[in-house]
């Protein structure tokens, strides 16, 4: 039996995901002068646009975290999908941090803790589906 806790717990981490991801993927996508500006303190340049290509990316990451928001609950498996999509992102902030020519304080702290907050939501959620497959959910 799945208790109200539960429920909660995963509604509020797969609705957090969703709001990170609709903010991350409206800044590429929308207003990538701003992710510059916060990241780099540089204008936006980018001719090849590989900025809105990676909003583009979580925009897929919100639609899929919407899905397993509604579906969870009928077919579990919906979170360890998404745990797999953040651990897409493992290692991509850390060469970002590594090999851009300028970086701001506040892009260098979010750079360096986003692999580290993946790593920890895709446990969070496979263990949230652990639970629900052993009724170990509380």
């Known amino acids: 039996m799945i208790t ?7 509604r509020g ?25 916060l990241f780099h ?11 809105r290509r990676t909003g583009a990316v979580w925009a897929a990451f919100t639609l899929f975290q919407l899905v397993a928001l509604i579906r969870w609950q009928n077919q579990p498996y919906w979170l360890v999908l998404v745990a797999g999509i953040r651990l897409t992102e493992v290692f991509s902030d850390w060469v970002y941090l590594a090999l851009c020519g300028s970086i701001t304080w506040f892009g260098r702290i979010a750079l360096f803790i986003s692999p580290l907050g993946n790593v920890a939501f895709a446990w969070i959620l496979i263990t949230m589906w652990k639970r629900m497959g052993e009724g170990t959910e509380t």
């Open 13 to 37: 981490l797969l609705s957090g995901l969703v709001i990170l991801d609709v903010i991350l993927s409206s800044l590429c996508l929308f207003f990538p002068q701003t992710w510059f500006h």
């Open 41 to 51: 303190n540089a204008p936006y340049i980018d001719p090849q646009a590989l900025l």
């Open 4 to 10: 109200d806790k539960f429920k909660a717990q995963v």
